[in-house]
C-alpha cells in the first residue's frame, strides 16, 4: 500500500479540490466577520485524520497554522513536514503521559484542563527548552496554553467525557498556568455542546475569558468555532477558529 503520508508530488485533484473548499471557508469568516464589525478571526485549519500531503497542498495555499488531536498523528506529520514552517495546534485529550511528545512539535495546546496536566507541561517544556539548548539546537518558546472549558449546560458537577474543565474552576487554573514556567498562558477554549444553541454557549465562553483576562490581561484568545458553528463564533468574539471538515472535506472512517 502507498504511504499516503509521503506526498512529493501532491495530487493536482485533490490540490484544486482543498483550493475550492479553503476558499468557500474564508469567505464565510470574511462576511462573518463584516456582519460582526471584527477583523477575521486566526484561522487553525484541523487536519486530523488526513495525510500529511494534504498539509502540504495547504500550506501552499497560505496556511500557516494546523490543528490535530492525537500526539502518534501529529508527531509523524510534523516530521514528515519539518521543511516548512507551521505551527501545530494539539486541540485533543492529553494523557500526562504524552506531554513530552507533544511539547517536541506543538506551538500550542488548546485542551489544558486539569493541574495536573499545567504540571506535565512546564516539566515537558523545561526539558525540551534544556534538550535544545544542550543540543544546540534552535530554542522552544514557551508553549501557549489554552485552557479548555466544558460548556455543556448539565455538567455543573461532572465534567463530560468529551474533557474541558468546569468553568468554576478558571481562575485556579489561570493562575497555576500563569505562574508554571515554561508555559504562556493564551486563553480559553470549547467546543460547543451538541444539540445547545452555539451562539448561548459562546457567550458562556467568552464570560469565562474575562474571568482568565482578570488573572491575566494578555490571556485574551479565544479559540472556538468550528465547521458547523463558525459564523456564532465570530459574532461571539473567538479569535482563532478550528475548522477542519470544511476544508478538507467528510473525515474518513476512523479505523
Ligand atoms: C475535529 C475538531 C475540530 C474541527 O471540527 P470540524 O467540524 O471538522 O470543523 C475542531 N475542534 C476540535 C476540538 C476537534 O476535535
Keep these: 500500500m502507498a504511504d499516503v503520508r509521503t506526498g512529493d508530488t501532491p495530487d493536482p485533484a485533490r490540490a484544486r479540490d482543498l483550493e475550492d473548499r479553503l476558499r468557500a471557508v474564508r469567505a464565510r469568516i470574511s462576511s462573518a466577520a463584516a456582519a460582526a464589525g471584527r477583523d477575521a478571526p486566526e484561522l487553525i485549519v484541523v487536519t486530523k485524520y488526513f495525510p500529511a500531503s494534504d498539509v502540504r497542498i495547504l500550506a501552499g495555499l497560505g496556511i500557516t497554522d494546523v490543528g490535530e488531536n492525537r500526539d502518534q498523528e501529529a508527531a509523524a506529520k510534523a516530521a514528515d513536514l519539518q521543511d516548512l514552517t507551521l505551527a501545530w495546534h494539539f486541540i485533543g485529550q492529553l494523557q500526562t503521559n504524552k506531554a513530552k511528545s507533544v511539547v517536541r512539535y506543538a506551538d500550542s495546546v488548546h485542551s489544558v484542563d486539569r493541574l495536573p496536566l499545567i504540571t506535565a507541561l512546564g516539566r515537558a517544556v523545561r526539558a525540551e527548552q534544556d534538550r ?109 477558529l478550528r475548522i477542519g471538515s470544511d476544508v478538507l472535506g467528510p473525515r474518513p472512517a476512523v479505523g
Design 132 to 240: 535544545r539548548s544542550g543540543a544546540g539546537m534552535e530554542a522552544r518558546e514557551d508553549l501557549r496554553c489554552f485552557l479548555q472549558f466544558t460548556l455543556d449546560a448539565d455538567a455543573a458537577e461532572t465534567p463530560s467525557g468529551r474533557g474541558g474543565a468546569l468553568p468554576a474552576d478558571a481562575v485556579a487554573l489561570a493562575e497555576a498556568c500563569t505562574s508554571t514556567e515554561g508555559l504562556q498562558l493564551a486563553g480559553v477554549m470549547a467546543v460547543a455542546p451538541l444539540g445547545a444553541d452555539p451562539a448561548e454557549a459562546f457567550g458562556r465562553l467568552l464570560r469565562i475569558s474575562a474571568e482568565v483576562r482578570a488573572v491575566d490581561p494578555a490571556a485574551a484568545a479565544v479559540s472556538a468555532g468550528m465547521s458547523g458553528d463558525l459564523e456564532e463564533a465570530v459574532a461571539a468574539g473567538t479569535t482563532h
